[in-house]
């Protein structure tokens, strides 16, 4: 009785893998949320919100209050200058935004082009629009190249009279990478020349290490009339279950969104809206401070990674690491064989990164596997021993 539209999905990795973390008692690193809270005066806005009486529908739009706290970090963070009133929009989670979009620029037969690994709503997203996927691979670090990258002949290609939307996630789940200015500049160049939207999904936009730096397209005046800038509270507060997102850009992209938005969850909730319009407003220090523990947490996994085993990959941006197995990965074992046996044995959740990928390339991601570090200094530690010690691998 299903539609041909959801037939074809089953239940996530995420749910899937968390269910054996628990059976195993395993240290989950593979689902990307924290296992703490965010600041605490942010929890009280939320409550003192809700005990005075923020608690029906808000504004299908968004609250006006978190619309104008969005422009105005638009403006502190970027220079960007953001018309609250029109060229923003709320909605229930970044990944809400994301089916938005794809529904409001495409028509079934469309392409949208999507850097491949990409975050697995992507592709629900185009497949429940009709619309047709184009992939351009983003290839690992090599002798040539010390982050991930992609063939620009490849890009190319994958335009074409059909090409109606980009979707560009910088920083990147699951890699890590930060698209250069360059890189940006020929997306939107392609994007101009096919007179197609770009969707930049920047929900990590301050989990930024250095010496990268994060670059907005929307901030570069050749991509700043098509580019639809996509972020949340999630990632940046440690609230992911409040599910606040949004989209901002030029009136008439952020006014599509909205057409879809109003007949998808219509508005979002309210409480949760008023607490993350505080937390736009944080002082400078705590998103400094909140780079440098993620940097320490960065580097803590990635050197108990090492001393297990795997090869870290750079990291730019973002809270996830990309390892190849290598020797530990055993003859004719996929990704997600490798992952269920490492939750075996080792007792460490991580995810197997060919879902991010199609279903025709996935055998590229089978040496590889991602590694979640948004977690506790003693969750982490615990990972650590339990990698590094015990039951080797192979």
């Known amino acids: 009785?299903?539609?041909?539209?959801?037939?074809?999905?089953?239940?996530?990795?995420?749910?899937?893998?968390?269910?054996?973390?628990?059976?195993?008692?395993?240290?989950?690193?593979?689902?990307?949320?924290?296992?703490?809270?965010?600041?605490?005066?942010?929890?009280?806005?939320?409550?003192?919100?809700?005990?005075?009486?923020?608690?029906?529908?808000?504004?299908?739009?968004?609250?006006?209050?978190?619309?104008?706290?969005?422009?105005?970090?638009?403006?502190?963070?970027?220079?960007?200058?953001?018309?609250?009133?029109?060229?923003?929009?709320?909605?229930?989670?970044?990944?809400?935004?994301?089916?938005?979009?794809?529904?409001?620029?495409?028509?079934?037969?469309?392409?949208?082009?999507?850097?491949?690994?990409?975050?697995?709503?992507?592709?629900?997203?185009?497949?429940?629009a009709?619309?047709?996927?184009?992939?351009?691979?983003?290839?690992?670090?090599?002798?040539?190249?010390?982050?991930?990258?992609?063939?620009?002949?490849?890009?190319?290609?994958?335009?074409?009279?059909?090409?109606?939307?980009?979707?560009?996630?910088?920083?990147?789940?699951?890699?890590?990478?930060?698209?250069?200015?360059?890189?940006?500049?020929?997306?939107?160049?392609?994007?101009?020349?096919?007179?197609?939207?770009?969707?930049?999904?920047?929900?990590?936009?301050?989990?930024?290490?250095?010496?990268?730096?994060?670059?907005?397209?929307?901030?570069?005046p050749s991509l700043a009339d098509r580019t639809l800038t996509i972020s949340s509270g999630g990632k940046s507060f440690s609230f992911t279950g409040w599910k606040i997102g949004w989209g901002l850009g030029p009136v008439a992209l952020v006014g599509a969104v909205q057409k879809a938005h109003q007949w998808v969850t219509f508005a979002t909730a309210s409480p949760f809206q008023a607490a993350i319009a505080r937390a736009l407003e944080l002082p400078d220090s705590y998103f400094s401070g909140f780079v440098a523990e993620y940097a320490a947490r960065r580097d803590f996994l990635g050197a108990a990674l090492t001393k297990a085993g795997l090869e870290v990959l750079p990291v730019e941006g973002s809270y996830f690491l990309m390892a190849r197995t290598g020797s530990l990965r055993k003859a004719g074992e996929d990704d997600v064989q490798f992952c269920k046996r490492l939750i075996v044995e080792k007792g460490v959740a991580a995810i197997p990164p060919s879902v991010f990928y199609s279903a025709a390339h996935a055998p590229r991601a089978h040496g590889l596997a991602r590694f979640a570090f948004c977690k506790t200094d003693a969750t982490l530690q615990e990972a650590a021993r339990r990698l590094t010690g015990g039951s080797v691998l192979g």
């Open 1 to 128: 009785m299903l539609s041909q539209r959801v037939a074809g999905f089953g239940a996530t990795v995420f749910a899937e893998f968390s269910k054996l973390a628990q059976e195993h008692r395993a240290v989950n690193l593979g689902q990307g949320f924290p296992d703490f809270d965010g600041p605490a005066e942010i929890k009280q806005a939320a409550i003192d919100a809700i005990t005075s009486g923020v608690n029906q529908y808000a504004i299908s739009q968004g609250a006006l209050a978190l619309r104008t706290a969005i422009a105005k970090h638009a403006r502190r963070f970027y220079d960007q200058s953001i018309e609250p009133l029109s060229q923003v929009v709320v909605t229930s989670g970044a990944t809400e935004t994301i089916f938005d979009a794809v529904q409001a620029f495409t028509d079934p037969g469309d392409e949208v082009v999507l850097f491949e690994p990409f975050y697995d709503s992507y592709l629900a997203s185009v497949q429940l």
């Open 130 to 220: 009709g619309a047709v996927p184009r992939y351009v691979e983003l290839r690992a670090p090599d002798a040539s190249h010390p982050t991930w990258w992609f063939d620009e002949r490849e890009l190319e290609q994958a335009f074409t009279p059909r090409t109606r939307l980009v979707i560009v996630n910088t920083p990147h789940n699951p890699t890590g990478k930060i698209f250069t200015r360059d890189e940006l500049e020929l997306i939107g160049r392609l994007a101009a020349r096919a007179n197609a939207v770009i969707v930049s999904d920047e929900v990590y936009e301050h989990l930024v290490f250095a010496p990268a730096r994060h670059v907005r397209p929307a901030t570069m």
